[in-house]
């Protein structure tokens, strides 16, 4: 088996999963037998990407649930990149409305001193 093929095979397991073909039990078993299959026919654990790719499979459920309040109602919240980038774009904007009122000036305490233009001379 070579790597084409454990690609074109993980694809397969991905659309039956998002068909809502494979359930997760079934899933587990599939993607056990094919990592088994392409140890015994290349003696070898398949590349750092394709096993991420398993790994993604076997999380289907915590990584496609887009409750905005997923990180307070589970216990082991698992976020996608899109949601870890909205949640770190969100508590950016909170921190930068701290200070700014609504006339859109920023009341935040001043940190850099300017020079006045007769002391550049």
Not at 41 to 58: G, N
Not at 69 to 81: F, G, L, N
Request: overall charge negative.
């Amino acid at each position: 088996m070579t790597n084409e093929e454990l690609n074109a095979k993980i694809n397969e397991l991905w659309t039956a999963t998002k068909r809502g073909d494979l359930p997760r039990q079934s899933r587990f078993d599939a993607i056990e037998q094919l990592a088994e299959e392409y140890i015994e026919a290349t003696d070898r654990r398949p590349d750092p990407a394709m096993l991420d790719r398993l790994a993604t499979l076997c999380l289907y459920e915590e990584i496609t649930d887009p409750h905005p309040d997923k990180m307070a109602r589970d216990e082991y919240p698992i976020m996608s990149d899109t949601q870890e980038e909205e949640r770190h774009d969100d508590e950016v904007s909170l921190k930068w409305a701290e200070s700014v009122a609504t006339d859109g000036r920023d009341y935040a305490k001043q940190t850099r001193k300017y020079r006045r233009k007769l002391r550049n001379l």
